[in-house]
């Protein structure tokens, strides 16, 4: 694996000032981890344009994925400074109107892979999944 550049905050905000890009991340930082499938689902966007965007986050060294079986699962990368990740949090409770759509497709969602764990409850933003 190369080795990442310091994350700077140009680089994170530029990373996050394409709406996909944005949700998925806001999504992932509040449940912690998800895979390709429930990002396509949740964010409302075709698999090849999901992925293109999480290659580009991974390549940035916002997200690290980990495949299981023929899922591919996604989270925030372990090294991520805890001045971005309080970003995330912020920007995330201060906009639960934006990402509200996004969970109940989440939740609603009716084909998962047979290892995701349930959605945590899409009304408290504040307490997302124990990390891993």
Same mark, same amino acid.
């Given at each position: 694996?190369?080795?990442?550049?310091?994350?700077?905050?140009?680089k994170l905000?530029?990373?996050?000032?394409?709406?996909?890009?944005?949700a #998925?991340?806001?999504l992932?930082d509040?449940?912690?981890? +998800?895979?390709?499938?429930? $990002?396509t689902?949740?964010?409302? %966007?075709?698999?090849?344009?999901?992925s293109?965007?999480?290659?580009q $986050?991974?390549?940035?060294g916002?997200?690290l994925?980990e495949?299981?079986?023929?899922?591919i699962?996604?989270?925030l990368?372990p #090294?991520l400074?805890?001045?971005?990740?309080? $970003?995330?949090?912020?920007t995330? *409770?201060?906009n639960?109107? =934006?990402?509200?759509?996004?969970? %109940?497709? +989440?939740?609603?969602?009716?084909?998962k892979?047979p290892?995701?764990?349930?959605?945590i409850? *899409? #009304?408290s =933003? *504040?307490?997302p999944?124990?990390t891993?």
């Amino acid at each position: 694996m190369p080795e990442l550049t310091p994350l700077s905050p140009s680089k994170l905000f530029k990373a996050l000032g394409e709406p996909t890009r944005l949700a #998925t991340m806001l999504l992932i930082d509040q449940q912690s981890e +998800l895979c390709v499938c429930e $990002l396509t689902v949740a964010v409302g %966007v075709s698999q090849p344009k999901i992925s293109r965007h999480l290659a580009q $986050l991974r390549a940035q060294g916002l997200l690290l994925d980990e495949r299981r079986g023929q899922w591919i699962y996604y989270r925030l990368h372990p #090294t991520l400074p805890d001045w971005s990740r309080q $970003l995330l949090h912020i920007t995330r *409770n201060a906009n639960t109107d =934006f990402l509200q759509p996004m969970l %109940v497709r +989440l939740e609603t969602m009716t084909t998962k892979p047979p290892d995701c764990r349930p959605v945590i409850d *899409n #009304t408290s =933003f *504040n307490h997302p999944r124990s990390t891993l």
